[in-house]
Structure formats: structure tokens, C-alpha cells
């Protein structure tokens, strides 16, 4: 057993766990944050990507303890209060989701592929960064559209914050 402690969406948290505890385990059995998904256990679908220091990361294949005294942001930890996040908004405006399960990997994938490219995203490379998240619902148009949708916008905030 080890003591692991991190920032979970802005809260210092710790506890005790084995040390095969894979991050998602932590994050859903003991702190409750069940946003993350677990679809595959093989790295295979993404439903569990979460950020760690900012990164996307798929928390099936990272082990608890590696994530100790990182700052993990999930699903539930990118909205402002009641205000989606703009990914956010534009899975719900542009129908990117269906049944939902995928929707938060995909969602925390999105936002680490706009902040890495800086905002110059197009479909190709947009369809590129997603092959590592799977959905089996929606087809991946309006994922790939709710996505330009967001990139926009938030190239927008940042030129209006400039």
C-alpha cells in the first residue's frame, strides 16, 4: 500500500491505495469522480482521458501512485460553476455525443488537442488527434465539428484576451 496526494480539478486529495491502483480506479472508487469512463482497460478507446499537468492522458494505463503530487483535471473539473466549458458547449450545440459514455475522453482530448495546436486545427488533422478515442454511436462527424466549432471560439477568446 501507498499514500498517494495530488490536485483533483483544484483540491488537494489524498489516499491510501495499492500500488496496481490505475489512476481511474482512484479517481472513480475513492474520490467518486465517475465522469472518467472505463471502456477498455487497454488503452484502446479513450473513455478515460483525463489531464495531468495539463496533458491528456489515458488514466487506464497510469498508475495512481504516478500521478503523485500532479494536478489531474477531469470531466468534471472543466466547467466554470453552471458555464460549460466551450467544448463543452459545442458537443452539445453541434451534436457530438449520443449515448454519452465516450463523450468526456473525448471532451478532455479536445481540449488538450486545441491548446497544443494553438488554435490551427482543421478536420485532418482534428480526425488524426481523435484515432485514439472511439465512439460507436455518432459516426464522428459532429465530434469532428463540434470540435472546429470549439477551436474557433476559443481562438476567439484568446485574441479578444490579447
Known amino acids: 500500500m501507498s499514500n498517494v496526494t495530488m490536485t483533483v480539478n ?4 489524498s489516499g491510501e491505495v495499492e ?8 479517481l ?3 474520490l467518486g469522480l465517475t465522469g472518467t469512463h472505463v471502456g477498455c482497460d487497454t488503452s484502446q478507446c479513450g473513455a478515460c482521458v483525463v489531464h495531468v499537468d495539463g496533458r491528456a492522458v489515458k ?7 504516478q500521478a503523485e503530487d500532479s494536478a489531474v483535471t477531469t470531466i468534471e473539473g472543466v466547467a466554470k460553476g453552471d458555464e460549460l ?3 463543452q458547449a459545442a458537443f452539445r450545440e453541434h451534436h457530438g455525443l449520443q ?3 465516450c463523450t468526456p475522453g473525448m471532451i478532455m482530448t479536445a481540449i488538450d488537442m486545441i491548446r497544443r495546436h494553438d488554435g490551427d486545427l482543421d478536420e485532418k488533422t ?4 481523435l484515432e485514439g478515442n472511439i465512439c460507436r454511436c455518432t459516426g464522428y462527424q459532429n465530434i469532428v465539428k463540434a470540435i472546429l466549432a470549439a477551436n474557433e471560439e476559443m481562438s476567439g477568446m ?5
Do not use: I
Open 59 to 65: 488514466s487506464c494505463t497510469m498508475l495512481a501512485v
Open 28 to 30: 472513480r472508487e475513492n
Open 85 to 87: 466549458h466551450p467544448v
Open 99 to 101: 449515448c454519452g459514455y
Open 19 to 26: 500500488d496496481r491502483t490505475l489512476l481511474v480506479q482512484f
Open 126 to 129: 482534428v480526425r488524426h488527434d
Open 10 to 13: 483544484g483540491r488537494e486529495v
Open 158 to 162: 484568446r485574441e479578444a484576451a490579447e
